[in-house]
């Protein structure tokens, strides 16, 4: 069976600097997508960024981007220049061949003005 | 386009009462999906739908039931509610029948709280 694991339970961050949030997951299939998704305090579950596991380029969206590595099956988020609207629980997720997200355990990130 | 949406926002049920969670996606998505969110942990899925007419049960079922009213609506019912069943309550959907690969968008949730 898939696992996603988050092992950083809260990270803060200043404003304006970067952080990486880190996801690992284990998996046998080959294909397959990973997910960032952002929950602010209205609980809302906002996507985040996408990757699909047959692209070797990472994905990027603005100040987002991941650090996808394929054989390590790491899939780490990169925040940059934080700013105070990032302050959220962010969740790593893993779809494969069913189409189930099977969520990580989430990291709350806060922001320090 | 309003996306996915689900009423209540909020409920409180007494232990033994019934319910149901209503969901609706305006974006024509084939498949769609319920889940469930404890504190301190991610989201569990309950059931799922690939299409219309087809339901399958998910990583926690037990006591839910699901109907998959039309393409658009997917409804969540708990026949005799616990207190382990007091969680933040998500439906989604996606435009991929399962067993294909695609995004999935999100409702606002429901938080049930079960006396």
């Known amino acids: 069976a898939q696992t996603v694991t988050q092992s950083q339970p809260e990270m803060s961050v200043q404003e304006a600097e970067t952080v990486t949030l880190s996801c690992t997951y284990d998996t046998s299939e080959s294909d397959y997508y990973l997910f960032w998704y952002k929950q602010p305090p209205s609980r809302q579950m906002i996507l985040v960024i996408r990757q699909e596991a047959y692209k070797q380029q990472n994905a990027t969206e603005n100040r987002f981007s991941v650090n996808f590595q394929k054989a390590a099956k790491s899939f780490s988020l990169k925040i940059s220049d934080s700013q105070l609207g990032d302050a959220a629980m962010y969740f790593c997720?893993?779809?494969?061949?069913?189409?189930?997200?099977?969520f990580g355990q989430g990291t709350t990130l806060q922001v320090k003005p | 386009n309003a996306g996915v949406t689900q009423t209540p926002k909020f409920q409180v049920l007494k232990t033994g009462q019934s319910m149901t969670l209503q969901c609706a996606q305006d974006?024509?998505?084939?498949?769609m999906y319920w889940y469930r969110q404890d504190p301190g942990m991610g989201l569990r899925l309950i059931y799922y739908s690939a299409s219309e007419g087809t339901t399958d049960k998910g990583e926690v079922p037990n006591g839910y039931n699901v109907s998959r009213l039309n393409k658009r609506e997917f409804s969540l019912r708990l026949e005799s509610a616990a207190p382990s069943q007091t969680s933040v309550y998500f439906c989604a959907s996606s435009e991929e029948v399962a067993g294909g690969l695609d995004t999935q968008y999100f409702g606002p949730g429901t938080r049930l709280t079960v006396l």
């Open positions: 974006m024509n998505h084939n498949s």
């Open positions: 997720a893993y779809a494969g061949n069913t189409g189930k997200l099977i």
